[in-house]
């Protein structure tokens, strides 16, 4: 095999810890929720968010749920659960015998073709993709982080957290000196960030969301600190295997669920007021809030992930299967790209001016009615697809694009890539990969 990177195949379903897919396909619905917000394109936004003005009752309920405990809240989850996986893969690739080097190289490659994912994804259907901000992030943070010491990771995310704290305790400040008749905020707004939506013409669209695109980018994958900050917890969660292991960590688990969970929903209740009409603060004093929102979602998200991680824990110490349910949420999660993907394919020709137009005929609460038979659909598929022994469409493209030019270590129990010859994977006696980067006791790795 020589010129060749020796790596294992795929991941076997009996390998998988429950909690990270479980959590993907529960918070898939969340992305809906959050995503399907934009579509509502013939209605005027009250300038603070993409949520329109509310029309009644119904629709105040719908915005508040959402503003309190989805916007800004389900995208630092999976920042953690991105950066968690990397550590997982890195793991099961140096426990098969590939070199640190190659492993290195595979995970740049994975990252590179996800900005190529998540550009054609913006391209053809939705401007708010997220695939190239976790790419962009991945790609940087692994050069910079992933071999570093546990302390280290620990360091950068408290300096990244503190920052935005930091900003957003500015802004508060801001919010209590500025006079209400302040003027409004230069720079675009949400109307016009949403211009590709309400837009006819489908080449304009592309354009426009094209136009768009580099600004998320990087503004969600480097910028905005939170994605960031929540990697680094990722592979620092992942190096001491708290998802694989709940039942080691439950007071951690426990304590992260309480605190970040009430914090993330203390701190949308402020935007989520303001939304509503409860507070009204104004277009500038109320884009004061922005960055607190932010910082309260990124505790929020991460206690997201130990909350669902101790429902896994209880799932499994009950021993009765896992029944339909959380069958069909964890076969979302393990193929959590192409359920993603599939949002935008189920929702934009749909919704979109350039596509049929539903959008215009829907309100907050409809469309909140909307998103969730959209992931349902996502996840009867994947269920369907798991039943069938089949994996995602768009993980199995990724897979066979990043290791392109590596012969593959077939994995444990059976599962292989197509093409692979059985065979089996050499690692330590207990079944546990060494970790790819320190020792869970902050020493550096001997080169």
Do not use: K
Not at 121 to 135: E, K, P, Q, S, T
Not at 377 to 394: D, F, K, S, W
């Amino acid at each position: 095999m020589s010129g060749q990177t020796v790596s294992r195949g795929p991941v076997g379903a009996g390998e998988r810890a429950l909690a990270p897919d479980l959590a993907r396909g529960f918070m898939l619905l969340f992305i809906a929720l959050a995503n399907t917000v934009w579509y509502l394109w013939a209605v005027p936004t009250g300038g603070l968010s993409a949520h329109p003005e509310p029309a009644g009752a119904l629709d105040r309920v719908a915005q508040f749920f959402t503003v309190a405990a989805v916007d800004s809240r389900s995208y630092p989850m999976f920042a953690f659960l991105f950066g968690y996986g990397m550590v997982q893969l890195a793991r099961r690739q140096e426990a098969a015998g590939t070199s640190e080097r190659d492993v290195n190289a595979l995970l740049r490659r994975r990252n590179l073709w996800l900005i190529a994912f998540g550009f054609v994804h913006a391209l053809l259907l939705w401007m708010g993709d997220v695939l190239a901000a976790y790419g962009l992030a991945g790609l940087v943070l692994c050069w910079l982080f992933l071999r570093r010491r546990d302390t280290t990771l620990l360091v950068w995310a408290g300096v990244f957290t503190g920052l935005l704290a930091l900003a957003s305790l500015l802004s508060l400040v801001g919010l209590a000196l500025m006079p209400a008749d302040g003027p409004a905020p230069a720079g675009p707004s949400m109307d016009s960030l949403a211009d590709n939506v309400s837009d006819p013409d489908v080449l304009g669209a592309a354009l426009g969301r094209l136009t768009t695109w580099p600004f998320i980018v990087l503004g969600q994958g480097l910028l905005g600190l939170a994605v960031p900050a929540a990697i680094l917890l990722g592979f620092w969660a992942a190096r001491r295997r708290i998802l694989e292991e709940p039942n080691r960590n439950l007071v951690l688990l426990r304590w992260v669920a309480g605190l970040g969970i009430g914090l993330g929903w203390l701190g949308g209740v402020p935007s989520a007021l303001v939304q509503i009409g409860a507070w009204d603060l104004g277009i500038a004093r109320g884009g004061m809030l922005t960055l607190p929102h932010m910082v309260a979602g990124l505790f929020c998200g991460v206690g997201y992930v130990a909350l669902i991680a101790l429902v896994a824990h209880r799932i499994r110490e009950r021993g009765h299967g896992r029944g339909v349910v959380v069958g069909a949420l964890t076969a979302t999660g393990r193929r959590s790209l192409s359920a993603y993907l599939a949002q935008s394919v189920l929702c934009a020709p749909v919704l979109a001016a350039w596509g049929l137009g539903l959008g215009a005929e829907l309100t907050s609460w409809s469309m909140f009615l909307f998103a969730i038979g959209v992931w349902l659909v996502t996840v009867a598929a994947a269920y369907a697809l798991e039943r069938a022994g089949r994996r995602g469409p768009a993980e199995v493209l990724l897979r066979r694009l990043a290791y392109r030019g590596s012969a593959r270590v077939p994995v444990p129990g059976g599962a292989r890539e197509p093409g692979t010859a059985p065979g089996r994977v050499d690692g330590p006696a207990d079944g546990r990969a060494p970790r790819p980067a320190g020792d869970g006791g902050g020493r550096r790795p001997s080169p």
